[in-house]
């Protein structure tokens, strides 16, 4: 089990590395665009990948979960987890190749629904976008169950690299949005092709198994987790697009490029933590309440700090012509600390076997968002959208610490009582940061303010530092006995 355990540690530190390295050269890129396009045409790409991840998500049918759950309890070199790798690799394309299919005969919908020029000239990207974007995600949990951690990261840094490298040469060749979305589209081929030379056993079509039931039954409740998930997320973004158009998602889009940074490093350590869960079979009582309420704390730190940077950082980055998205950004900083703990949560109860619980967590956060969005869109914009979100996310945890602690009133608790010390500060804080027509360095005031409330309400503490400090360090010792291939 420790040697388990290393590996698994092993691979949240390569996965949330190489993401960070990913992440630099994805927002080197945004920042590029931002400049060589106008608003109204970096507004169309994003409206692009925004259908395109809804296709893609249509077809994953749930199975990157399914995956990483199934494989991370079978030996690598098993035929079992070559008969199970293929199967679930065959029916994923499959499935992705119908949903883009599905998506090609709304194209005249969406396109009277959003008629931008751009977006228009464009929407022929979406279905290769979409398909490659799913194998890419498939071929990726496939190596998260092989415990290929080493060849995961080095894929990650280097198919983002690539993409940069490839969208950032046609930028100043003029190409416009279009080399954006060949970045895209080169860089996932490549890395597919990558993984298929390095593991060849795996690409086969295989169309039977005798678990299928089981995967599509545990595969559909996630695929429903997904798929609401991802419309929670994306509600506001759609509204925000059809009420003021693709220069408004354009600010928007680039102020949550920041706060993403700490969900994306999130979302790389995501699969391998879900196998890490998986592999120990465990519950409640383990130490994952300690994770969750230590995570909620260090997370509302670095939230706190995005939002006294959030001016500096929107000029610097995109220029002066987004100024805009300053209070977006500071909003979406504290969305993103709740949001990272609901997914958290979710995890846990996917590892633990309550595929069905993760999927209730996420329907009353669904009606949320459409009424928020609808209601404080048209009025705010982009901050109204923002807004939504902060308080879908929010209802999100509260629910999200009943289904985890179960029928245990003290877990549920310390769940909640845990992730109120840290929300209400930073809820003070982005009142007073919106309200206000603050200076740099009275944000930093109230920064220095939220930080003593933190440790006030004790969602920060000198306990917490000792832990922590204690965790890495047995992580350093556990990680230096390991072969050199995990």
Request: glycine share 8%; proline share 3%; hydrophobic share 55%.
């Amino acid at each position: 089990m420790d040697k388990i355990k290393a590996q698994y540690l092993l691979g949240v530190v390569l996965s949330g590395g190489a993401n960070l390295l990913g992440m630099g050269a994805s927002l080197l890129t945004i920042m590029v665009a931002a400049r060589l396009l106008s608003q109204e045409e970096l507004g169309s790409f994003f409206l692009l990948l925004l259908v395109a991840q809804v296709t893609a998500l249509f077809g994953d049918i749930g199975f990157q979960n399914t995956a990483i759950k199934t494989l991370s309890q079978l030996q690598a070199d098993s035929p079992e987890f070559i008969h199970t790798a293929r199967y679930l690799l065959t029916i994923a394309i499959a499935t992705s190749l119908l949903a883009c299919l599905c998506m090609g005969l709304t194209v005249p919908f969406l396109t009277s629904l959003w008629p931008s020029p751009n977006f228009v000239s464009h929407v022929g990207y979406i279905a290769p976008v979409a398909l490659l974007t799913t194998g890419m995600q498939t071929v990726m949990s496939l190596l998260v169950g092989a415990k290929q951690f080493r060849v995961l990261s080095s894929l990650s840094v280097g198919i983002e690299v690539l993409r940069a490298l490839f969208s950032m040469g046609g930028l100043f060749a003029g190409l416009g949005i279009s080399s954006l979305l060949w970045g895209m589209i080169g860089s996932r081929i490549i890395g597919i092709a990558v993984i298929w030379y390095m593991l060849p056993l795996l690409f086969s079509i295989q169309l039977r198994h005798p678990r299928s039931a089981d995967f599509l039954k545990f595969g559909g409740w996630l695929y429903g987790c997904s798929l609401v998930s991802v419309i929670m997320v994306r509600t506001s973004d759609t509204i925000l697009t059809t009420y003021m158009g693709t220069a408004a998602l354009a600010v928007y889009s680039a102020a949550m490029q920041v706060p993403s940074v700490l969900q994306r490093a999130f979302e790389s350590i995501r699969p391998t933590l879900l196998g890490y869960i998986t592999a120990q079979n465990s519950t409640y009582k383990n130490p994952q309440i300690t994770l969750i309420r230590m995570m909620t704390a260090l997370l509302a730190v670095a939230a706190t700090g995005l939002i006294a940077l959030a001016q500096p950082l929107m000029t610097l980055l995109y220029s002066e012509k987004y100024e805009a998205g300053i209070v977006i950004m500071q909003a979406l900083s504290v969305w993103v600390v709740f949001t990272i703990i609901n997914y958290l949560y979710s995890i846990i109860l996917i590892g633990n076997g309550q595929s069905k619980k993760a999927f209730v967590l996420t329907l009353p956060q669904l009606c949320t968002i459409v009424i928020a969005s609808g209601v404080l869109v048209p009025r705010y914009e982009g901050f109204g959208a923002a807004t939504a979100l902060v308080l879908t996310a929010f209802l999100g945890n509260l629910i999200g610490a009943r289904l985890v602690a179960g029928d245990n009133v003290s877990t549920r608790h310390l769940l909640t009582t845990g992730f109120l010390r840290a929300a209400i500060p930073l809820l003070l804080f982005l009142i007073a940061a919106a309200s206000l027509a603050s200076s740099f360095a009275l944000l930093c005031g109230f920064a220095g303010i939220t930080l003593l409330l933190l440790m006030a309400f004790k969602a920060v503490t000198l306990e917490d530092c000792k832990v922590l400090r204690a965790t890495l360090l047995g992580m350093g010792e556990r990680m230096s006995t390991l072969p050199s291939r995990a």
